[in-house]
């Protein structure tokens, strides 16, 4: 499954950094993220992410 970077960041919009998995998960459900954003997402470690960029290597590192 691949995640289009742009779709990713449009459903983070207004995400408050540092965020954890949950807030990033919420904001992107808010945003109306699609199953294969919601998926990769679903997938991220449970840690603080720093900026967008943090959210995006994570997805890539999945394998998303």
């Given at each position: 499954?691949?995640?289009?970077?742009i779709e990713?960041?449009?459903?983070?919009?207004?995400?408050?950094?540092?965020?954890?998995?949950?807030?990033?998960?919420?904001?992107?459900?808010?945003?109306?993220?699609?199953?294969?954003?919601?998926?990769?997402?679903?997938?991220?470690?449970?840690?603080?992410?720093?900026?967008?960029?943090?959210?995006?290597?994570?997805?890539?590192?999945?394998?998303?």
């Amino acid at each position: 499954m691949t995640v289009n970077p742009i779709e990713l960041q449009k459903c983070l919009g207004g995400v408050g950094y540092p965020a954890d998995k949950q807030q990033i998960l919420d904001q992107a459900k808010q945003h109306g993220a699609g199953r294969d954003v919601m998926d990769a997402l679903g997938a991220l470690p449970e840690k603080s992410y720093d900026s967008p960029a943090d959210v995006n290597k994570e997805v890539g590192k999945e394998g998303h």
